[in-house]
């Protein structure tokens, strides 16, 4: 058994910790308020601001990367059942869900509209991540977009009842499923296995 730290050892770790989480940009923002506010005067065009930008992309990766190594750590010291690696190296399982947790992420900030050009939410982008992270299941697109969905007054909102049987039976018992895989899931950007150590991302003085 790990013996419960002391009150220093516990001030020292989490001292520790908040070093660490201040070299990341974005974690920065969410702890201390003079660099939320720096930023907050950047300008328009900066990679800050721009979610398709390289520089974006690369601190959205950091950022996720950390609190996957984090989640490796605290997982493997309270003997989860679950093999994310360390934080030296993650393990597939944490690999798989770092995409997930970017993706998500992104999905939220750019979506992709479709030809038809109605109303496109992020509900409704389906990225190649977004599976079970335990059988790689994938995702169910929902039958429709997520602002046409409605169900009879007096039903509960659930994914059976927005259809009739039929429609139930085509589209979650057939193996052909209508689903647009977004581009925002192709692992981008192209490469996620540089080493965070060699691109350079700080939080700044």
């Given at each position: 058994q790990t013996p419960i730290p002391t009150n220093d050892e516990m001030v020292q770790m989490n001292q520790e910790r908040l070093d660490e989480d201040m070299k990341d940009p974005?974690?920065?923002?969410?702890?201390?308020?003079?660099?939320?506010?720096?930023?907050?005067?950047?300008?328009e065009d900066h990679?800050?601001?721009?979610?398709?930008?390289?520089?974006?992309?690369?601190?959205?990766?950091?950022?996720?990367?950390?609190?996957t190594q984090l989640y490796a750590s605290e997982i493997s010291a309270l003997n989860y059942p679950v093999d994310f690696g360390d934080q030296e190296k993650l393990s597939p399982f944490a690999d798989r869900f770092l995409q997930l947790a970017i993706d998500s992420g992104r999905v939220r900030r750019t979506v992709e509209q479709d030809e038809s050009g109605k109303g496109c939410t992020f509900r409704d982008t389906m990225c190649k991540s977004f599976i079970s992270l335990y059988t790689c299941t994938p995702s169910l697109p929902l039958p429709k977009y997520w602002l046409e969905l409605k169900v009879e007054d007096g039903k509960p909102t659930r994914i059976m009842n927005l259809l009739d049987k039929e429609e139930n039976e085509e589209i979650f018992f057939t193996p052909q499923r209508k689903s647009t895989v977004s581009s925002l899931g192709a692992n981008s950007p192209e490469s996620v296995t540089f080493d965070l150590r060699r691109i350079g991302i700080s939080g700044g003085d």
């Amino acid at each position: 058994q790990t013996p419960i730290p002391t009150n220093d050892e516990m001030v020292q770790m989490n001292q520790e910790r908040l070093d660490e989480d201040m070299k990341d940009p974005w974690m920065r923002y969410a702890c201390d308020m003079r660099y939320k506010e720096a930023c907050a005067k950047l300008p328009e065009d900066h990679f800050f601001n721009v979610a398709s930008s390289d520089g974006y992309k690369l601190a959205e990766y950091a950022y996720y990367y950390r609190w996957t190594q984090l989640y490796a750590s605290e997982i493997s010291a309270l003997n989860y059942p679950v093999d994310f690696g360390d934080q030296e190296k993650l393990s597939p399982f944490a690999d798989r869900f770092l995409q997930l947790a970017i993706d998500s992420g992104r999905v939220r900030r750019t979506v992709e509209q479709d030809e038809s050009g109605k109303g496109c939410t992020f509900r409704d982008t389906m990225c190649k991540s977004f599976i079970s992270l335990y059988t790689c299941t994938p995702s169910l697109p929902l039958p429709k977009y997520w602002l046409e969905l409605k169900v009879e007054d007096g039903k509960p909102t659930r994914i059976m009842n927005l259809l009739d049987k039929e429609e139930n039976e085509e589209i979650f018992f057939t193996p052909q499923r209508k689903s647009t895989v977004s581009s925002l899931g192709a692992n981008s950007p192209e490469s996620v296995t540089f080493d965070l150590r060699r691109i350079g991302i700080s939080g700044g003085d």
